[in-house]
Protein backbone atom coordinates (compact mmCIF):
# COMPACT_ATOMS: atom_id res chain seq x y z
CA UNK A 1 0.00 0.00 0.00
CA UNK A 2 1.48 3.16 -1.19
CA UNK A 3 0.70 6.50 1.10
CA UNK A 4 -0.06 9.37 -0.04
CA UNK A 5 -0.46 12.74 1.44
CA UNK A 6 -4.20 12.47 2.53
CA UNK A 7 -3.16 9.02 3.87
CA UNK A 8 0.44 10.46 5.51
CA UNK A 9 -1.48 13.29 7.04
CA UNK A 10 -4.61 11.54 8.67
CA UNK A 11 -1.66 8.98 10.01
CA UNK A 12 0.20 11.67 11.20
CA UNK A 13 -2.96 12.69 12.90
CA UNK A 14 -3.59 10.01 14.81
CA UNK A 15 0.00 9.63 15.87
CA UNK A 16 -0.15 13.20 17.21
CA UNK A 17 -3.43 12.96 19.19
CA UNK A 18 -3.58 9.80 21.08
CA UNK A 19 -4.23 11.36 24.29
CA UNK A 20 -5.28 9.91 27.89
CA UNK A 21 -9.19 10.29 28.26
CA UNK A 22 -10.08 10.24 31.62
CA UNK A 23 -13.39 12.06 31.61
CA UNK A 24 -15.01 11.85 27.88
CA UNK A 25 -16.11 8.52 28.13
CA UNK A 26 -19.51 6.61 27.51
CA UNK A 27 -19.70 4.85 30.72
CA UNK A 28 -23.09 2.86 29.01
CA UNK A 29 -21.64 2.14 25.85
CA UNK A 30 -20.23 -1.23 25.46
CA UNK A 31 -16.86 -1.77 23.81
CA UNK A 32 -17.73 -5.20 21.48
CA UNK A 33 -15.40 -8.00 21.65
CA UNK A 34 -14.79 -7.86 18.30
CA UNK A 35 -13.43 -4.16 18.16
CA UNK A 36 -10.78 -5.43 21.19
CA UNK A 37 -10.22 -8.18 19.67
CA UNK A 38 -8.75 -6.38 16.53
CA UNK A 39 -7.06 -3.57 17.64
CA UNK A 40 -5.09 -6.32 19.96
CA UNK A 41 -4.55 -8.06 16.54
CA UNK A 42 -3.04 -4.78 15.26
CA UNK A 43 -0.96 -4.81 18.71
CA UNK A 44 1.05 -7.84 18.38
CA UNK A 45 2.12 -6.91 14.97
CA UNK A 46 4.53 -4.23 17.12
CA UNK A 47 8.38 -5.15 17.69
CA UNK A 48 9.19 -7.65 20.18
CA UNK A 49 12.41 -8.43 21.48
CA UNK A 50 14.51 -11.89 21.20
CA UNK A 51 12.20 -12.78 18.81
CA UNK A 52 9.59 -13.63 21.31
CA UNK A 53 6.11 -13.46 21.49
CA UNK A 54 5.98 -13.53 25.28
CA UNK A 55 2.57 -10.99 25.55
CA UNK A 56 -0.71 -11.51 26.75
CA UNK A 57 -3.54 -9.33 26.82
CA UNK A 58 -6.43 -9.96 29.60
CA UNK A 59 -9.53 -7.77 28.90
CA UNK A 60 -12.09 -7.19 31.87
CA UNK A 61 -15.40 -6.93 31.56
CA UNK A 62 -16.74 -8.52 34.94
CA UNK A 63 -17.82 -5.88 36.83
CA UNK A 64 -17.45 -6.86 39.85
CA UNK A 65 -13.47 -7.41 38.89
CA UNK A 66 -13.23 -3.98 37.60
CA UNK A 67 -15.02 -2.16 40.80
CA UNK A 68 -12.35 -4.27 42.48
CA UNK A 69 -9.66 -3.29 40.47
CA UNK A 70 -11.00 0.36 40.87
CA UNK A 71 -10.32 0.16 44.63
CA UNK A 72 -6.67 -1.25 44.76
CA UNK A 73 -5.92 1.72 41.86
CA UNK A 74 -7.52 4.03 44.63
CA UNK A 75 -5.14 2.75 47.27
CA UNK A 76 -2.20 3.32 45.02
CA UNK A 77 -2.78 6.25 43.73
CA UNK A 78 -4.11 7.95 47.25
CA UNK A 79 -0.85 6.74 48.51
CA UNK A 80 1.64 8.15 45.76
CA UNK A 81 -0.07 11.59 45.90
CA UNK A 82 1.07 11.29 49.67
CA UNK A 83 4.31 10.56 49.25
CA UNK A 84 4.83 13.23 46.31
CA UNK A 85 3.76 16.35 48.57
CA UNK A 86 1.17 17.29 45.57
CA UNK A 87 -2.54 17.76 45.01
CA UNK A 88 -3.70 15.74 42.98
CA UNK A 89 -4.19 16.27 39.03
CA UNK A 90 -8.35 16.98 38.51
CA UNK A 91 -7.73 14.76 35.55
CA UNK A 92 -6.30 11.61 37.62
CA UNK A 93 -9.02 12.14 40.31
CA UNK A 94 -11.58 11.88 37.54
CA UNK A 95 -9.99 8.45 36.76
CA UNK A 96 -9.94 7.16 40.33
CA UNK A 97 -13.41 8.51 41.04
CA UNK A 98 -14.80 6.41 37.58
CA UNK A 99 -12.26 3.77 37.14
CA UNK A 100 -14.89 1.25 38.32
CA UNK A 101 -17.93 2.41 35.85
CA UNK A 102 -15.25 1.75 32.94
CA UNK A 103 -16.45 -0.67 29.87
CA UNK A 104 -13.50 -2.44 30.18
CA UNK A 105 -9.84 -2.68 31.28
CA UNK A 106 -7.28 -3.88 29.28
CA UNK A 107 -3.98 -5.72 30.68
CA UNK A 108 -1.10 -5.87 28.86
CA UNK A 109 1.29 -8.56 30.36
CA UNK A 110 4.46 -10.24 29.86
CA UNK A 111 5.60 -14.06 30.53
CA UNK A 112 8.51 -14.39 32.82
CA UNK A 113 10.22 -11.49 35.30
CA UNK A 114 12.44 -9.23 34.69
CA UNK A 115 16.08 -10.39 35.10
CA UNK A 116 18.80 -8.31 36.66
CA UNK A 117 20.91 -5.76 34.76
CA UNK A 118 20.02 -3.02 32.55
CA UNK A 119 20.25 -4.80 29.43
CA UNK A 120 17.93 -7.67 30.36
CA UNK A 121 15.24 -5.53 32.01
CA UNK A 122 15.29 -3.01 28.80
CA UNK A 123 14.76 -6.08 26.73
CA UNK A 124 11.93 -7.17 28.73
CA UNK A 125 10.36 -4.00 28.97
CA UNK A 126 11.04 -3.07 25.34
CA UNK A 127 9.33 -6.58 24.33
CA UNK A 128 5.76 -5.25 25.38
CA UNK A 129 5.80 -1.89 25.37
CA UNK A 130 5.43 -0.92 21.86
CA UNK A 131 2.62 -3.68 21.73
CA UNK A 132 0.42 -1.87 24.10
CA UNK A 133 1.84 1.80 22.72
CA UNK A 134 -0.01 0.34 19.10
CA UNK A 135 -3.02 -0.89 20.77
CA UNK A 136 -3.46 2.24 22.49
CA UNK A 137 -3.40 3.79 18.69
CA UNK A 138 -5.40 1.38 17.36
CA UNK A 139 -7.89 2.16 20.03
CA UNK A 140 -7.42 5.74 19.33
CA UNK A 141 -8.64 5.02 15.94
CA UNK A 142 -11.77 3.51 16.44
CA UNK A 143 -13.04 6.53 19.03
CA UNK A 144 -12.13 4.38 21.65
CA UNK A 145 -10.20 6.30 24.48
CA UNK A 146 -7.73 4.84 26.90
CA UNK A 147 -5.32 6.08 30.07
CA UNK A 148 -2.22 4.38 30.14
CA UNK A 149 -0.95 3.71 33.37
CA UNK A 150 0.94 1.59 35.40
CA UNK A 151 0.39 2.23 39.00
CA UNK A 152 -1.23 -0.58 39.97
CA UNK A 153 2.43 -2.97 38.94
CA UNK A 154 2.57 -1.25 42.76
CA UNK A 155 -0.09 -4.28 44.04
CA UNK A 156 1.12 -6.81 41.53
CA UNK A 157 0.28 -9.60 43.50
CA UNK A 158 -3.26 -8.42 44.77
CA UNK A 159 -4.05 -7.54 40.85
CA UNK A 160 -3.09 -10.98 39.77
CA UNK A 161 -5.42 -12.55 42.51
CA UNK A 162 -7.98 -10.74 41.65
CA UNK A 163 -7.79 -11.49 37.97
CA UNK A 164 -6.71 -15.33 38.74
CA UNK A 165 -3.03 -15.08 36.59
CA UNK A 166 -0.97 -17.05 37.39
CA UNK A 167 2.20 -16.28 39.10
CA UNK A 168 4.48 -16.81 36.12
CA UNK A 169 2.63 -13.97 34.23
CA UNK A 170 3.13 -9.58 35.03
CA UNK A 171 1.05 -7.33 34.33
CA UNK A 172 2.40 -4.10 33.48
CA UNK A 173 0.12 -1.51 31.86
CA UNK A 174 -3.21 -1.00 32.38
CA UNK A 175 -5.84 0.43 29.54
CA UNK A 176 -9.25 1.59 30.57
CA UNK A 177 -10.91 1.61 28.01
CA UNK A 178 -13.92 3.01 26.13
CA UNK A 179 -15.87 5.03 23.67
CA UNK A 180 -14.74 8.82 23.56
CA UNK A 181 -18.16 11.06 24.30
CA UNK A 182 -17.34 14.74 23.09
CA UNK A 183 -13.98 14.41 23.35
CA UNK A 184 -11.51 16.54 21.92
CA UNK A 185 -7.94 15.14 21.02
CA UNK A 186 -5.30 17.21 19.73
CA UNK A 187 -1.44 17.70 19.74
CA UNK A 188 0.03 17.80 23.07
CA UNK A 189 2.29 21.13 23.82
CA UNK A 190 5.64 19.58 23.54
CA UNK A 191 9.07 20.90 23.08
CA UNK A 192 10.17 20.83 19.61
CA UNK A 193 11.96 17.66 18.12
CA UNK A 194 15.33 20.03 17.45
CA UNK A 195 15.21 20.80 21.16
CA UNK A 196 15.57 17.51 21.94
CA UNK A 197 17.61 15.95 19.58
CA UNK A 198 21.33 16.09 18.49
CA UNK A 199 23.45 14.94 15.68
CA UNK A 200 26.71 12.91 15.83
CA UNK A 201 27.57 13.66 19.04
CA UNK A 202 25.79 14.56 22.41
CA UNK A 203 24.83 18.09 22.63
CA UNK A 204 25.59 18.94 19.07
CA UNK A 205 22.43 20.62 17.85
CA UNK A 206 20.35 18.61 15.06
CA UNK A 207 19.07 22.11 12.93
CA UNK A 208 16.63 22.32 11.02
Known sequence: MEFNDEITSAFEHL??????????IDFKREVEDSVLLNCINIAVQAPTGRGEEGWYFLVVKERQRIKAISEVYREVLLEFVEKAGAPMKSSHRALMDRLGEFPALIFAC????????????????????????????ALRAKNIGATWTTLLTARHQRVSEILGMPSSVRQLVMLPVGYTQEAVLKKADRKDASEVTFLNEWGNPFTR
Open 110 to 137: KEGAPEQGFASQAAYFGSILPAAWSLMI
Open 15 to 24: LTSVRSVRRR
